[in-house]
T-cell receptor, first 107, second 112 residues
Framework: GIQVEQSPPDLILQEGANSTLRCNFSDSVNNLQWFHQNPWGQLINLFYIPSGTKQNGRLSATTVATERYSLLYISSSQTTDSGVYFCAVGDTNKLIFGTGTLLAVQP | ETGVTQTPRHLVMGMTNKKSLKCEQHLGHNAMYWYKQSAKKPLELMFVYSLEERVENNSVPSRFSPECPNSSHLFLHLHTLQPEDSALYLC???????????FGSGTRLTVV
C-alpha cells in the first residue's frame, strides 16, 4: 500500500516564526489533504490539494505530484496553531494518513 | 446543525456490553467513513460507505459492525470488545471526487 512519511515529527516554534512541514508519499495519488488536529482531538481540513498551490490566510500548501511530495507552510505562527498536522493521501474513497507533525507554538 | 456530528462524545463499556456509535452529516455528502485513532499510531481507515454501499472494509474484526441506513447517517455497532479497542473513533464525510473530508469531533471509547 501507499506509504506516507511526514517530517519533522516534532517542531517547537516561537510565536511569529515561520515553518515548513513536508509530506512524502510512495505512489501516485489523486487525493491529498492536510489536516490540523487540535488538543481536543478535532480534525480540521486545511487543504484539499492533489496538485498545485493553494493559500488560506497564513497557511499555504504546495503539492508536486510528479515528485510525490507536498509542503505545508505556516507563516507568523500563533499559539492557536499548536497541535498535530496530518497529511493524508490516496484515491477518492481511501485516504491513508501519515504519522503527523506535532507542533508547539510558544508565546 | 451543520457539519458532522458524532454521539456520544465519551463512552466507557465493559467487554461484554453492546453499544453503538452514531454519526450524522448535514453537508449533503455522498460518502461516509469510520476511522480509528489509537495512541502513538496513525489514523486507521476502518470502513467506507459510498452512496450507502460499503466499498471498503479494511480487515476490521467482526466485533465492529457498521451500518449506513441512508446517506446522512452512519453507525458503528460494538460488541464483545477488547481493551485494545480503546481509542478515538472518528467519522468523516465527503463528496466523492469533489474535495476534502469533514470530520466529526469523535467518540472517545474506553473498554474496561
Amino acid at each position: 500500500g501507499i506509504q506516507v512519511e511526514q517530517s519533522p515529527p516534532d517542531l517547537i516554534l516561537q510565536e511569529g516564526a515561520n515553518s515548513t512541514l513536508r509530506c512524502n508519499f510512495s505512489d501516485s495519488v489523486n487525493n491529498l489533504q492536510w489536516f490540523h488536529q487540535n488538543p481536543w482531538g478535532q480534525l480540521i481540513n486545511l487543504f484539499y490539494i492533489p496538485s498545485g498551490t493553494k493559500q488560506n490566510g497564513r497557511l499555504s500548501a504546495t503539492t508536486v505530484a510528479t515528485e510525490r511530495y507536498s509542503l505545508l507552510y505556516i507563516s507568523s505562527s500563533q499559539t492557536t496553531d499548536s497541535g498535530v498536522y496530518f497529511c493524508a493521501v490516496g484515491d477518492t474513497n481511501k485516504l491513508i494518513f501519515g504519522t503527523g507533525t506535532l507542533l508547539a507554538v510558544q508565546p | 446543525e451543520t457539519g458532522v456530528t458524532q454521539t456520544p462524545r465519551h463512552l466507557v463499556m465493559g467487554m461484554t456490553n453492546k453499544k453503538s456509535l452514531k454519526c450524522e452529516q448535514h453537508l449533503g455528502h455522498n460518502a461516509m467513513y469510520w476511522y480509528k485513532q489509537s495512541a502513538k499510531k496513525p489514523l486507521e481507515l476502518m470502513f467506507v460507505y459510498s452512496l450507502e454501499e460499503r466499498v471498503e472494509n479494511n480487515s476490521v474484526p467482526s466485533r465492529f459492525s457498521p451500518e449506513c441506513p441512508n446517506s446522512s447517517h452512519l453507525f458503528l455497532h460494538l460488541h464483545t470488545l477488547q481493551p485494545e479497542d480503546s481509542a478515538l473513533y472518528l467519522c468523516a464525510s465527503s463528496q466523492t471526487g469533489a474535495g476534502g473530508y469533514t470530520f466529526g469531533s469523535g467518540t472517545r471509547l474506553t473498554v474496561v
